[in-house]
């Protein structure tokens, strides 16, 4: 995240309970070794398909999708899809919440994330992202142009791209306005006729009784005790994922146009599952 949202911070819990305790003992390693061990097959495919296929993924992609819904089994986070993920050349756009988005956008759709430059870096995180192909963008003008090539052969690859033009994780209880540098890629001469755009509102309900911010991940919050906090929980709340209509890049005057639209139909679905404050 290039900034972090400070919301009022989430309020203090009491000790871990023995079953919260044995829940973590019971999932923590299955995840583990779904995530990772998902990691090294992905990995080993990379070795051929990346030399046959170039910038083309026509397997490795399913991995992903295949380990992100088991991560959210194994979790036992319900989770529904509405509408239809486009079929059309373009980029996705939805709210963010918390590090489950990942899971959450992976399991429903085979998709490449846009992040920071310094997400690569990052234990853990940085090895997945990278194996699943994120576009990793830097906050250096003078890299703008060589990234913006980058934005394009993906596009032209027929990767679907996701990012969060928010630009941060929030308490799940608001949509911020959104950034639009990343829009102007596809406005590109010869790209802006082809592509599509399509807005997802991802809303998150708590478990039963619990604080309606129970999902999200903000401020100096580490992720550590987040996910020892979902992982100890039983039963779980659930997630919405809520595919709107996609919309042709070429229907809007410039990118300032397309992102208000794209945040409108984003805060719309979230005001439908009645999520917003």
Known sequence: MSQTWEGAPYPDKKPMKAKGWALVLMRG???????????????????????????????????TQAVCRAALAI????????????????????????????????????????????VAGWAGIGWLARATGTVFIARDRRQARAQKEVFEDRLLAG????????????????????????????????????????????????????????????????????????????????????YHPPVRVDAFADRKALARHLEGQVRAGLLDRNVLE
């Open 159 to 242: 990767h679907k791209l996701m990012f969060f033009p928010e630009g941060t994780s929030t308490d799940g209880r608001r949509v911020l306005p959104f950034k639009t540098t990343l829009f102007e890629a596809f406005f590109s001469r010869g790209l802006e006729h082809e592509m599509h755009m399509q807005a997802i509102s991802l809303a998150y309900h708590a478990p039963q009784g619990g604080d309606p911010r129970f999902y999200g991940w903000w401020g100096e919050m580490d992720f550590g005790p987040s996910l020892l906090r979902i992982m100890a929980t039983a039963p779980q709340g659930r997630v919405e994922v809520v």
């Open 29 to 63: 390693p299955v995840l583990a070794l779904t995530v990772f061990g998902g990691l090294a097959v992905l990995l080993l495919l990379r070795l051929v398909e990346r030399p046959v296929f170039g910038l083309r993924r026509p397997v490795t992609p399913w991995i």
């Open 75 to 118: 979790l036992g986070l319900g989770y529904q899809v509405h509408g239809r993920p486009m079929q059309q050349m373009g980029g996705l756009v939805a709210n963010h919440v918390t590090w489950l988005d990942i899971f959450v956008l992976n399991a429903a759709k085979r998709i490449y994330f846009v992040a920071k430059a310094e």
